[in-house]
């Protein structure tokens, strides 16, 4: 146990829980947009995989992260606008079409992976980015401000996810449309516009996350993102819908993985212990936010397509 | 719902699942085509549409890997299926024994290799060993320890059909099964010599999936030889609990350095992750499975390779003296099974290199038995 | 009266699954009236008026405004035109405040960013214009139904509608509330605007309105101006019959005590205390009438005693068993009979068709079920028999209770509450909302159930209803029992003075 409390392996273990939360964070943060107003996207993950294929080759072919970011944007928004159509315009049942999405980046990002590339070949990653000045502070420094820059990226979209729900009539059009449809529909506020703009922004953000993470991994295998995208929708319920509890979740999520790393690597969890302790993050993350969030209710409205007269 | 979202649904699930299919055999038919055998690329071609256009007809895509070969059957080829939970190409454990068939395929008459991989659902790869064996092909491998349970109930209904398991050491008693596996303890042995010399931490770290077969067989050699190498060094094992995980494998990577590591190994496909970490730090890295110089040119070491055609030769052997299963075979050191390969553009000392091929030597007499 | 009508609708007929709901319905409307649309629970009042605002789409007629055809295809296009609509079911989102209920589809004096400060403060003083004095920071899940409606008003207020649809506004509030509201919509006509007003309760119709179309079965079936109409002749042309407005009341025997509270403490939705130390004893064969202002702590006591609310302290007895803080079914079994407030949320589940709603207390008992299953036959005949009795109109009984009339939904769950014979009977606004046929049956059966012996709390802002049924009247103020008086020697006018707070004695001690 007394090599876990050295500065080195402290330090680690949080910098690998704020990086492990990253991927996690990005994919969440844009399906909170789409559950707030009423879209349940199950589809996260195979959004994050092609985002994750079209950041992995762009940066392969062009040797910019910056257009692998693009480029996973890119992947977002059209796939977003096809989760969209699928769910609001065509009123697909929400627990099933998801699945359909996953499972078209799941083979499609394999498949442009095989064809396009072949053997994994290793790819320039994300630059690391030291904040002046605070990057200099003991300790806290190398936890928390030198980090690769969609570290940063990702945490400042929080207060901007936040202020947007909280502050824009665009969010209030949002929490209005994933409560009562009717109500904002009488109104004038169009249900179907304001869902196909939340589900964009979550496959946005979910090709973002993928082009993130095998950028910042500097590499693309088949299934890269190991289902983070279940785990992101996951965390939006029991971060309750919010901005900052979907934060506190993705951060615990990524501390108990990076902790029980740290532990297995220094022994301290024994060998014969590790498949258990492989299960322990989703376990504790589970717990620890169910008895937190159970105060909240999850939007009146969600997966429920919206028929206006009925 | 209305009549028309179900419909517009069913064509998009149509659409998908065509897709998905072609994925699958589109790993096929890179591989296939790969190979120098000039005969089977054009059985193949057909199936190698760009994938658009396949879309449009799902019918006869998903039909295309049955209609490859009808007639061939009949003549003295042989015909060679691969299951296998990973991608073709994935430097590690699947590229193994696509590397293998291809050797064979080059030194032998086949008239066909059809490769599903990707399978790491084991309900998938049980209905394509099915498939395979329904379609009449005479040698079908199934490459994953997982898949054992499904071979069990698949072989006694096909007795005419050979099949092979790796990595395993059990034909279920039946005739028309064959096992193979890898001492890659061996290998991992001599590396970890190498490892305990090379660090000046006196820290190695080893990244593991589970804690089961193949990768622990290899991670034990490795501790072993290590330890036996230079009693005052470390060696860290972390088992991630998973073989597809690249971000936590990179994680366990960043949780060696850490710690202090200086050299690492890992074993399972999830471990191009822990290779990022080790090329960004400078830490020296050995490969096992396949060799993966390639990903990081500048740190890997050595690579212990494995050499599956030296079993499928034994196989096809008996298969064509009409024994199809019953034996086990295992590559190792001394039958070449097992080849440590060097990173060229590694300058390693003359002195480790000696106590490796000391090493070597050693395991090959049984002077030296890894893993006790 | 301007030369062209503001608003004219010709020849409208609107269908539904086996309903016509609309026939050739002719309606028009000029700048500065108020014209009404009277009719019985499901007569289409609704229907026409959804036409109007773009809900839905008619199967044929057409609308013009200001003498030139317009097409209405959506609440967009309506609010474009100027129209604005009060819905008979609440159209507000619960979890967002009063003042963004109010600026939802507004643009912001901020671009992009939401100017609540701005919104709020013109709240207020619109409040303070026509007297509907709201929080605008509370949420809206925290008020009472009269708060709520008075949130409707405002959103309809702010947005300067020159033609305001009010789908039965008044269901909801106290007389002094609907007295500022009309004076608030007369404010409105004498601007210019035009008002289309629909109302189940006549007296308000003959305060409010210049011209009244009756609707009977999708159809006009009779047009008139007010002068000259009385409460009677309107109640006839509505019904097709005479209809009796104050029910005859038997003497009865009262019985035991068979619902005491004894110091019962409730908090509310804001942490306050809305129930203090409250007592009350109703026995058999009474009917116990609590008069009050909405928002007093009426809904939290009906609520507080179906178990669906935590009491902080204090005791609930139903027939002799403790019941404080059990769950709803609990309480049921010991004998409650529960008609709730909010009966599209709490008492019924829209989805669900009419068979299904009128099973759901009894789906566990003996003679609907069948080795274990729904015994169909049985609960078909039960369901069609209370249908029947309770003059619900719909369709079928496999029609999904939420495409019913808002009336009949009401008449479907009282049909259900009072089709067992309960120990005790909380009842809430029992005929809010219901046509006076309607209401006159239920209040029949009321007095039925108290002459079994049913001990009855029953809940109404409408003091004709307290007077013309009560055996006895609690008036409630900020939680507490103001006192109880029996409404034979009581005059309205007291219970008035103490429904604003002001108490018995408070009152008589000047004069003493
Ligand atoms: N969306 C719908 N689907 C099917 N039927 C409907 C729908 N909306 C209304 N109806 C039917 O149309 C008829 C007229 O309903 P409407 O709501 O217009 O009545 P109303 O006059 O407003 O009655 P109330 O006084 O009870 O509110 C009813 O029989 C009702 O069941
Ligand atoms: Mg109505």
Redesign the interface.
Known sequence: MS?FFTE??L???V??AI??AV?LLLASLGETFGQRSGVLNLGVDGIMLLGAFAGYYTVLKTDNVWYGLLAGIAVGIGLGLASSL?SVT????QG??GI?VY??G???S??L???LV?????IT?FPKVDIPGLSDIPWLGRMFFQHSVVVYLAFLAVPLAMFIIN???????I??VG??P?????????VAAVRYATVTIGGTMAGVAGAA?AID???F????T?A?GFIAIALVYFGAWRPLGVMAGALLYGFV??LV??F????IIP??W??I???APAVITILALVIVARRFRAP?ALTK?FT??? | MSRNAWIWLGVAAAALLVIIIVAVSGGDDETTETTEAAETTTTVAETTEAPEETTEAPEETTEAPEETTTTAAAAEPIRIAIVAPSASNDLAFTQSIVDAVNVIESERDIAEVAITDGTFVVEDAAAAIRDYATNGFDLVIAHGSQYGGSLQEIAPDFPETSFAWGTAADTFGLPNVFAYEAASDEGGYVMGVMGAALTESSTIGIVGPIEVGDAKLYVDGYKAGAEAADSGVTVNVNYTGSFSDVALASEAAQAHVAAGADVMTGTAQMVVGAVGVANDQGILWFGTQANQTSLAPDIVVASQVYKWEVVLREILDNMESGTLGGSTYKIDLANEGLVIEYNPDFELSDDVKALADQAIADIISGSIVPTG | MAEVPMLEMKGITKRFPGVLANDRVDFDLYAGEVHTLLGENGAGKSTLMKILYGLYQADEGKILLNGRPVEIASPTSAIEHNIGMIHQHFMLVDTLTVAENVALGLPSSRGVLTDLDAVSEKIVALGKQYGLEIDPAATVWQLAVGQKQRVEIIKALYRVARLLILDEPTAVLTPQEVEQLFATLHQMTADGRGLIFISHKLHEVLALSDRITVLRHGRVTGNTTTEGATRSSLASMMVGREVKLAPDKPETEVGPAALEISGLRVIGDRGNVVIDDLDLEVHTGEILGIAGVSGNGQRELAETIAGLRQAESGSIVIAGSDVTNQTPAGVRSAGLAYVPEGRMKDGSIGPFTVAENLLLIDHNSKEFLDAGLLNFEAIRKHSQSLVDEFAVKTPSLDTPVRSLSGGNIQKLILARELSGTPNVLVASQPTRGVDIGAAEYIHIRLIEQRDQSTAILMISEDLDEIFGLSDRVAVMYEGKIMGIVDPKTVGREDVGLMMAGVSQEGRSAPGA
């Open positions: 090599d080195a392996v330090i680690a273990t910098a690998g990086r492990l991927p699928i065509l009123q697909a049942e099933i079409s359909g499972l078209f799941l083979g499609m394999d498949l992976f095989q064809r072949g053997t994994p070949v290793p990653k502050r824009t009539t665009f969010g209030m059009n929490r209005a409560e009562n009717e109500a904002a529909d009488s109104l004038g506020v169009s993470l991994l500097g590499i295998q088949q299934n890269l190991n983070q993985n990076s790393l740290q297995k690597t220094l022994g060998q014969s590790s498949d302790a492989a299960m009146a397509p206006r007269g009925t």
